[in-house]
């Protein structure tokens, strides 16, 4: 079946613009998770999306950083105000169920944002 | 902070040889680890896992091996194949804790 989907997969932008990031999940899949990747570094989780609990915001970086995701399935992650420090690959994953560390994450590719 | 560390951004092996991943982390409450390989311009694949109750785990070419008191784990790739190139992450989660902590990576390279 279709893996985890992420559009675009290239956004350039201007600082001080706000951008909307899209992941298309696994179907079936309960658990959503979004993490970034800055050069060089390893991947920073964000956010973490349970069925209809209230998701896990422990990771966002500022109040600029927001994600929902609508009937359980599609998130959008937006980044209001981009700053160049905003600029890295932002992955998403999604897993079967919420098991902790014994339910596998996939990943989708990616999508790599540049502020200028 | 890094909690799960990769202290080696890169590794070059020989084709047929052993590749040795390293990777230390600092949390106790870690329990569950895991390898990732990606590729360029894809995102990480899941490659192999280990809980912390055994110290071994196998699957084909590769094996992890977990050091519970040194906080140290390691994959093993048996022999390597010029397709094994790509970046290594190590990650690791605890209790309650559902996202995963990723090391930095580890390039490796396998020379044909």
């Known amino acids: 079946g279709a893996g985890v989907s992420q559009s675009p997969s290239n956004k350039v932008t201007e600082k001080g613009k706000d951008v909307e990031l899209r992941c298309d999940p696994i179907s079936g899949h309960t658990a959503l998770y979004w993490y970034r990747q800055s050069l060089g570094q390893g991947l920073e989780f964000l956010i973490y999306f349970q069925g209809n609990s209230a998701p896990d915001k422990s990771g966002l970086p500022s109040d600029r950083f927001s994600a929902e995701r609508t009937g359980g399935s599609v998130s959008t992650l937006t980044i209001q105000r981009t700053q160049q420090e905003d600029s890295a690959v932002y992955l998403c994953?999604?897993?079967?169920?919420?098991?902790?560390?014994?339910?596998?994450?996939?990943f989708g590719p990616g999508t790599r944002l540049t502020v200028l | 902070d890094q909690q799960v560390k990769q202290n080696s951004p890169s590794l070059s092996v020989q084709e047929g040889r052993i590749s040795i991943l390293n990777c230390d982390y600092t949390?106790?409450?870690?329990?569950?680890f895991l390898w990732y390989k990606k590729y360029p311009a894809e995102g990480p694949t899941f490659l192999i896992s280990?809980?912390?109750?055994?110290d071994k785990n196998e699957d084909g070419r590769f094996t992890v091996f977990l050091n519970k008191s040194a906080k140290h784990l390691s994959l093993h790739i048996v022999p390597s194949q010029p397709g094994d190139s790509a970046v290594y992450f190590c990650a690791a989660s605890g209790t309650g804790r559902r996202a995963l902590t990723f090391g930095s990576g580890t390039r490796l390279q396998v020379q044909p």
């Open positions: 949390n106790s409450m870690f329990d569950y």
């Open positions: 280990i809980s912390s109750i055994k």
């Open positions: 994953a999604s897993s079967l169920r919420s098991g902790g560390g014994t339910d596998t994450q996939y």
